[in-house]
C-alpha cells in the first residue's frame, strides 16, 4: 500500500469550500506596450488559500504571461511583497478570508521602485541603501578564540531587528520614499539598528554619520506605514526613533 | 550573447553558495550566479538550529557527534567525511558568531544549545544539547549573516542569472570543467562564464513532491545540469520526509518544538512515540518518526473527520517560552492555520523536505565522475551534492552544518585551483544546448501545459514514492514518470517575450524535475532493502550484504536517441564505526 493520499476523501465532502475570487492586476509589460492596463481574472479559490494561491492559479491555468516573483511561499523569503487592496503585504501570508472576497481584490506592485514587469519591480536601489548602511559586524582588535560574549539581555536588545527579510514592504509603503528616492527608507535604517545596538559592534558611530546624512533618519515623519506593513511585525517607527534618540545623545 | 571570464564561478546563493564565495573571493576573481537574489534561497526557511559539540551547557564531543551522524544515515554515511563534519563544526560555529551571527545565549554569555532528533550524549544514551540556534530562524540569521559578510568582502553577483548547462570539456581523456551557461531572467539574454573552477551550491529537488517544505525554486537545476552532461548523481533515492509539516500546506515546524518539549499525540490523545521509540522518543531520527506517524495514521488513530494527520502538542510549554524559542512556527500556525498554539494541538503531516543524494563529491568539495575520478575544477557543497554525510537520513541541524563546513572547504579547493591553472578553451558553440531547448519551449505549439505535468508529476510523488515504498508502487511511478517525460517534449507556453520570462522558467524547471524524478524513482526501485528514509515494504529490512553501498546513477543516451538511467554502486567508507541495529 503506498503512502496515504490525503485528496481522496476531500472531493466526496458535500460542501465545496470554493468560491469565485475576482482578482483585480495591474499589468504592464513594455516589451509589448508602455500602457498600464487593469485586468480582471476570475479563480475559483478557497477563502483559506493564500492570495499567492490565487496568483498561481490565473498564471498556471488562465495566463502564463502574468509575471511575480515568489520562493518561499510562507513569509521567510522575502519575495513577494505586494500592494494587495491598497496594502504592501507578503502575498504568500495574506489569506483570501482575510480580504473582502466580495469585492475585487487588487494587486499591484510595491511603490517608489521601477516596475520592470507586472508586479516586477526593480530592486537594486532597495538593495544599495542596505549595502551603504554597512550591515556587518564591525569589531576593533584581535578576535576572540571562542566565541564573543553577549548577555542574553544585550542579545534581546536587537533581536527585533534581527527579524527583517529585505522584502522592502516598508520602505516602499513610505511616502517620505516615494517622493525622494534617495531616502535610505525604512530597512536599511532597521537593519543599521540591528548593528548599532549590538553590543559585540563597533562600528555604531560610523553607520550613525551615514544615517545623519540630509537623506538619512532625519527625513522619517514618523507616519507609521512601515510598521504597519512589515510582514514580520518588527516595530520599525520604534527603531528609526531609536536610532534619532542614539544621534542625538550618542549613546546606544 | 555575453562572454564573461572569472577565476571562480559560483551557482547558487544560499547558504553553501555564500560560505564558499566569501573563501573564494578573498583568494581569486568570483562571481556567484544565482536564480533568486541572496536572501530570498531556501537557506533561510531552516529553523531549529546548527549542530556542533561545543559542549557549552553539557559534556558533550565531536566523537559523539560524529557516531550521531553515522547512525542517523542509517550506516550509509562516508565516515570519514563525518568526522570532518563534526570535527569542524565547532570552528563553524564560532565563525559565524565572529561574523556577527546573533546566536540565543546562556545567562553566562555563551552559545546556548538546544537538543535536537537523533543528537544524543555517548553513543545513544539520551538526548544531548548540540544544536546551536537563534529563536527558531537560525537558517534566516545564517543567511542574513551570510549575505552581509559577501558585502563586506565585495562579492560580485550576477541576480537572476539562471545557470542552464554545465559545459564540460575532454581533455587528453580527462572530462574537465570549463564553465557554464546562463540566462539572464530580466533580459533573456544568454551568458557564457568562462571559469577555471565552478561549484554547484544551488539547493534540492524537493518540488518534485506535492507536499513539501521546500520552495517553488527548488527544482534541482544543478543537478540535472551535470547529469545531463554525463555525470554521475549518487543516493538520489534517499529523501527526507520532515515529521512535522502543516497539515495538507507542508510548511516547515521545527524539530526544535519538540527539543523544547512539544509531543506528537495520535486522536487517543497518546504519546505514540514512546512504543517505536523508548529511548529518544518524540526525538527520534526523522525516518523513524515519519514512519511512525503514518503507521498510526494507517492504523486508524490518526486525527481530523478523515483521520489523516496527527497532533504536535505544545500547550503544555509555557507561552512565554513559545514566544522566545518558537516565535515563527506558532505564527505559522496562527496564520496559516488559524490555530492558537498556546491552547491547541497543531494538526501536522511528514512533509518532503531535503534530498541527500546528489552531485557526489570528495571531501575537498571535488565532483566525481564516477566512484573515484576526479573532474579537474569541478565542485559541489550543500544540498546539491552528496559528499556523502547524511547517507539514508539526515540529522536534523546537520544540513545548517554541511552548508558552512562543505561550502568553505569548496569555496577554498576552488580558489586555490583557480590559482593554479589556466582556463580551458571553451566548446565550440558553447550556448547551442541552452538557445535549442529555450528556442523548442518558446517556439512551441504543443497542447500540454506546464502546470498541468507538474500536478501530475508531484502527485504521482506523494502516492508512490514517499514515506512507504513497495516495487508496485514505484513502478507506477517510473511509468507514470516515462509517460510525463513524453508529454513533455509537447509543452508549450505562452509567454513568448524575454523579458521576466518566468512562464520559460517553469517550464525548464519542470524539466530538470522529471529528470531527477526519474532518477529517483528507478534508483528507489533497484535498492532491496530498508535503510534510513527509503522504506520498502516489500523488503522491511536493512541489507547490508547487498545494499550498504551508495547508488550512482548515470544517464545513457541510446543510438536511437533514447535515455535510460544506468545504475552503478559505490563502497561506503567505513572508518570506526560497523553497522548495528538501530534503535532510538
Known amino acids: 500500500m503506498a503512502t496515504p493520499v490525503l485528496d481522496k476523501v476531500e472531493a466526496e465532502s458535500a460542501a465545496s469550500p470554493y468560491i469565485t475570487v475576482t482578482f483585480r492586476i495591474r499589468r504592464f509589460n513594455p516589451e509589448i506596450s508602455d500602457a498600464v492596463v487593469w ?12 492570495v499567492l494561491d490565487g496568483l498561481h492559479k490565473i498564471k498556471w491555468d488562465l495566463d502564463g504571461t502574468l509575471t511575480f516573483r515568489r520562493s518561499c511561499a510562507h513569509g521567510i523569503c522575502g519575495s513577494d511583497a505586494m500592494r494587495i487592496n491598497g496594502k504592501n503585504r507578503l502575498a504568500c501570508k495574506t489569506l483570501i478570508k482575510d480580504l473582502n472576497p466580495e469585492k475585487p481584490i487588487t494587486v499591484e506592485p510595491i511603490k517608489g521602485l521601477t516596475v520592470l514587469k507586472d508586479l516586477v519591480v526593480d530592486m537594486e536601489p532597495f538593495f544599495q541603501a542596505y549595502r551603504d548602511v554597512m550591515p556587518f559586524l564591525i569589531t576593533k582588535g584581535n578576535e576572540p578564540t571562542r566565541e564573543r560574549k553577549q548577555s542574553p539581555e544585550d542579545r534581546e536588545r536587537y533581536d527585533d531587528t534581527t527579524k527583517c527579510i529585505l522584502c522592502a514592504a516598508c520602505t516602499s509603503s513610505c511616502p517620505v520614499f516615494w517622493n525622494d528616492g534617495q531616502y535610505f527608507g525604512p530597512a536599511a535604517i532597521v537593519n543599521a539598528h540591528r548593528f548599532i545596538f549590538d553590543s559585540r559592534d563597533e562600528g555604531g558611530e560610523q553607520r550613525l554619520e551615514i544615517l545623519n546624512d540630509k537623506d538619512g533618519v532625519w527625513r522619517c515623519r514618523t507616519t507609521f506605514n512601515c510598521t504597519d506593513a512589515c510582514p514580520r511585525g518588527i516595530e520599525i517607527t520604534k527603531a528609526i526613533q531609536e536610532v534619532k534618540r542614539a544621534l542625538i545623545t550618542r549613546r546606544f | 550573447m555575453k562572454i564573461h571570464k572569472y577565476d571562480t564561478v559560483i551557482v547558487g546563493a544560499g547558504g553553501a553558495g555564500m560560505r564558499a564565495a566569501i573563501e573564494a573571493t578573498k583568494r581569486s576573481r568570483t562571481a556567484v550566479l544565482t536564480k533568486l537574489y541572496p536572501t530570498r534561497s531556501h537557506t533561510g526557511a531552516a529553523q531549529g538550529g546548527m549542530a556542533a559539540a561545543l559542549a557549552n551547557v553539557e559534556e558533550d564531543n565531536w566523537e559523539w557527534h560524529t557516531f550521531d551522524t553515522v547512525k542517523g544515515g542509517d550506516y550509509l554515511v562516508d565516515q570519514d567525511a563525518a568526522e570532518i563534519l563534526a570535527k569542524e563544526a565547532i570552528d563553524a560555529v564560532l565563525d559565524l558568531e565572529k561574523m556577527g551571527l546573533p546566536f540565543g545565549r546562556t545567562p553566562n554569555g555563551d552559545i546556548d544549545q538546544r537538543r535536537f532528533g537523533g543528537h544524543s550524549r555517548n553513543h545513544g544514551e539520551a538526548p544531548v544539547r548540540r544544536a546551536c540556534y537563534s529563536g527558531d530562524r537560525t537558517g534566516h540569521m545564517i543567511l542574513q549573516t551570510l549575505y552581509q559578510n559577501c558585502i563586506k568582502e565585495g562579492v560580485e553577483f550576477f541576480n537572476e542569472f539562471y545557470v542552464l548547462d554545465q559545459l564540460i570539456v575532454e581533455v587528453d581523456g580527462v572530462k574537465k570543467s570549463a564553465g557554464v551557461v546562463a540566462y539572464e531572467l530580466a533580459t533573456g539574454e544568454i551568458h557564457i562564464f568562462q571559469a577555471k573552477a565552478v561549484v554547484y551550491a544551488s539547493g534540492g529537488t524537493g ?112 507561552p512565554e517560552q513559545l514566544d522566545a524559542k518558537l516565535p515563527d512556527i506558532t505564527e505559522f500556525a496562527r496564520t496559516y492555520l488559524g490555530i492558537e498554539p498556546y491552547t491547541d494541538p497543531i494538526p501536522i503531516q511528514p512533509t518532503a523536505h531535503y534530498a541527500m543524494g546528489g552531485i557526489p563529491t570528495n571531501v575537498e568539495g571535488e565532483v566525481l565522475s564516477d566512484n573515484t575520478t576526479v573532474v579537474p575544477g569541478l565542485y559541489a557543497a550543500g544540498e546539491v551534492a552528496c559528499v556523502s554525510v547524511h547517507g539514508a537520513n539526515r540529522l536534523g541541524t546537520n544540513s545548517l552544518l554541511d552548508i558552512n563546513v562543505f561550502g568553505r572547504r569548496a569555496g577554498i579547493a576552488a580558489a586555490e585551483y583557480s590559482h593554479q591553472h589556466d582556463y580551458i578553451e571553451l566548446p565550440e558553440n558553447p550556448e547551442s544546448m541552452v538557445v535549442a531547448q529555450i528556442e523548442n519551449l518558446r517556439n512551441s505549439t504543443g497542447t500540454e501545459r506546464v502546470a498541468d505535468v507538474r ?23 517510473v511509468e507514470k514518470i516515462a509517460e510525463l517525460r513524453e508529454r513533455y517534449k509537447n509543452v508549450s507556453i505562452q509567454d513568448k517575450g524575454k523579458r521576466f520570462n518566468t512562464d520559460l522558467l517553469e517550464a525548464i524547471e519542470l524539466g530538470n524535475l522529471l529528470e531527477l524524478a526519474e532518477v529517483m524513482a528507478v534508483s528507489a526501485l533497484a535498492r532491496k532493502e530498508s535503510r534510513g ?28 536517441g533514447s535515455e535510460t538511467v544506468r545504475l552503478d554502486y559505490k563502497p561506503v567508507v567505513t572508518t570506526r564505526y560497523q553497522p548495528m541495529e538501530r534503535k532510538y
Open chain 1, 39 to 50: 485586468e480582471d481574472f476570475q479563480v475559483e479559490i478557497d477563502p483559506k488559500e493564500r
Open chain 2, 455 to 477: 500536478r501530475e508529476l508531484q502527485e504521482t510523488m506523494d502516492a508512490n514514492v514517499m514515506v512507504f515504498r513497495t516495487e508496485q508502487t514505484i513502478k507506477t511511478a
Open chain 2, 207 to 318: 518540488k518534485f513532491f506535492k507536499v513539501t517544505s521546500n520552495a517553488h525554486t527548488l527544482t534541482g537545476d544543478g543537478q540535472a545540469a551535470c547529469y545531463r552532461r554525463g555525470l554521475p548523481l549518487e543516493d538520489m533515492e534517499f529523501f527526507q520526509f520532515h515529521p512535522t509539516g502543516i497539515w495538507r500546506m507542508g510548511i516547515l515546524l521545527t524539530e526544535g518544538a519538540r527539543g523544547e518539549g512539544g509531543i506528537l499525540r495520535n486522536k487517543d490523545g497518546e504519546r505514540f512515540m514512546e512504543k517505536y521509540a523508548p529511548v529518544m522518543k518524540d526525538l527520534a531520527s526523522r525516518d523513524v518518526v515519519s514512519r511512525s506517524i503514518y503507521t498510526e495514521i494507517r492504523e486508524g488513530r490518526g486525527c481530523g473527520p478523515e483521520g489523516d494527520h496527527v497532533y504536535l502538542d505544545l500547550t503544555h510549554l509555557p
Open chain 2, 533 to 560: 528514509g527509503h522504506y520498502r515494504e516489500d523488503y522491511p529490512n536493512r541489507d547490508d550484504v547487498n545494499f550498504m553501498r551508495h547508488t550512482m546513477a548515470y544517464r545513457e543516451v541510446g543510438e536511437d
